[in-house]
Every structure is written in structure tokens, then in C-alpha cells.
T-cell receptor, first 111, second 116 residues
Framework: DQQVKQNSPSLSVQEGRISILNCDYTNSMFDYFLWYKKYPAEGPTFLISISSIKDKNEDGRFTVFLNKSAKHLSLHIVPSQPGDSAVYFCAATANTDKLIFGTGTRLQVFP | DAGITQSPRYKITETGRQVTLMCHQTWSHSYMFWYRQDLGHGLRLIYYSAAADITDKGEVPDGYVVSRSKTENFPLTLESATRSQTSVYFC???????????????FGPGTRLTVL
């Protein structure tokens, strides 16, 4: 049973436009959500996170929105840049020691 | 080198062989994790450790063994490799008390394992 779902395996966006990556979860006990970015042949790196007590967290071009009633979060990248092309993983935790990851969304930003 | 390192980066082995993947971190983080990344499955937790000599199973532990005699090292052993264990393996570490970022994990560069 996939507790964290990223239903879009890939997304293609033009440079300068907004990229929106979506993530759904089923476990209402999750209290912290994170986004990781992964380039080929590298390990994932932390990008941005949000606590379940908030509905928005912003860091530069990256904003994460959390809708607890819908059990949905999204990552917005504005403006998108070619260097943002990577695989993005959504992750969630209920007790702060283990993360549950989604299957990832491959973002391609083209000129 | 500071950070978290994995070795080897690439490994080809045969079915039935024993293989050990190494993970070393220099931050003295309490927690260490092993994941495998497979297409369509994302990152799945194999085993994790909360401290030296404390390990626990994750989502997909079958066929794997771990140990943690020292805080900085967390080797993963495939006792008798199978083709289904062909994957990219990532080690990660975290320390709950830092940065206020919750459970941010720091990942190594990965080991690509092929079992023939």
C-alpha cells in the first residue's frame, strides 16, 4: 500500500514558467513533509519541507503547499530553470525517524 | 572527506554471491538508513539504525543483513544475491536535533549493483 503517491511520473515545463509537482498521502498521522531533488548518478538532496501545522512554506523560487483536508501537497517552482531538471521525491514522516517516499516525478525544463 | 560516502560506486556480481556495500558518515549522526531505488517504486527503506548496535527492519528487508558496530559505519550485506536485488542503493544519515528541519536525511552518492 503506497502511503505517499506521486501520480505524475514526468512533467515537462518551459523555462521561466511555473512547475507544479503534486503529492498525495493516505496516512493522517504524517506530521512532516519533505521534498528531495535528485540528479542522475547522485544521491537525493533535501529541497524544502513543511510541518503539518502550516499550509505554506517558501524558500526562494520554491514553495510547498499543504492541504491537510485533501491529504495533498504540491511543490511550486517559479520561475523554472533548466538546472531544475531532475527527479523530485516527496516524502513524509509520522514519528521523525523514518521517511516514506513517493515514486518520484521527473521534471524536464526546456528552453 | 566530510559527509557521507558509499563504496563501491558500481558492482557487478553473480547470483548466489555475498556482497557487502559500505557506508561511512563523518557527522556522527545517530540515524543511518539504507534504501533501494527502483523504477516505479521510488526509494524504499531496507534497514535503518538509530544508534550503534541498534538496527531495525524497513519496508523491504528480506535478503539483506546490516550491522552497526561503530556510529560512522553502516554496511549492508546481501548474503546470497538474487537478480531481483539489482538496484541502486542509497545510504543516508540524519540527526534529529539539528536545524529544526525535522527529519532531514543526507544521502550518499549511491551504489549501482547488478546481479547477473
Amino acid at each position: 500500500d503506497q502511503q505517499v503517491k506521486q501520480n505524475s511520473p514526468s512533467l515537462s515545463v518551459q523555462e521561466g514558467r511555473i512547475s507544479i509537482l503534486n503529492c498525495d498521502y493516505t496516512n493522517s498521522m504524517f506530521d512532516y513533509f519533505l521534498w528531495y531533488k535528485k540528479y542522475p548518478a547522485e544521491g537525493p538532496t533535501f529541497l524544502i519541507s513543511i510541518s503539518s501545522i502550516k499550509d505554506k512554506n517558501e524558500d526562494g523560487r520554491f514553495t510547498v503547499f499543504l492541504n491537510k483536508s485533501a491529504k495533498h501537497l504540491s511543490l511550486h517552482i517559479v520561475p523554472s530553470q533548466p538546472g531544475d531538471s531532475a527527479v523530485y521525491f516527496c516524502a513524509a514522516t509520522a514519528n521523525t525517524d523514518k521517511l516514506i517516499f513517493g515514486t518520484g516525478t521527473r521534471l524536464q525544463v526546456f528552453p | 572527506d566530510a559527509g557521507i560516502t558509499q563504496s563501491p560506486r558500481y558492482k557487478i556480481t553473480e547470483t548466489g554471491r555475498q556482497v557487502t556495500l559500505m557506508c561511512h558518515q563523518t557527522w556522527s549522526h545517530s540515524y543511518m538508513f539504507w534504501y533501494r531505488q527502483d523504477l516505479g517504486h521510488g526509494l524504499r527503506l531496507i534497514y535503518y539504525s538509530a544508534a550503534a548496535d541498534i538496527t531495525d527492519k524497513g519496508e523491504v528487508p528480506d535478503g539483506y543483513v546490516v550491522s552497526r558496530s561503530k556510529t560512522e559505519n553502516f554496511p549492508l550485506t546481501l548474503e546470497s544475491a538474487t537478480r531481483s536485488q539489482t538496484s541502486v542503493y542509497f545510504c543516508a544519515s540524519s540527526e534529529l536535533s539539528t536545524s529544526g528541519r525535522g527529519n532531514e536525511q543526507f544521502f550518499g552518492p549511491g551504489t549501482r549493483l547488478t546481479v547477473l
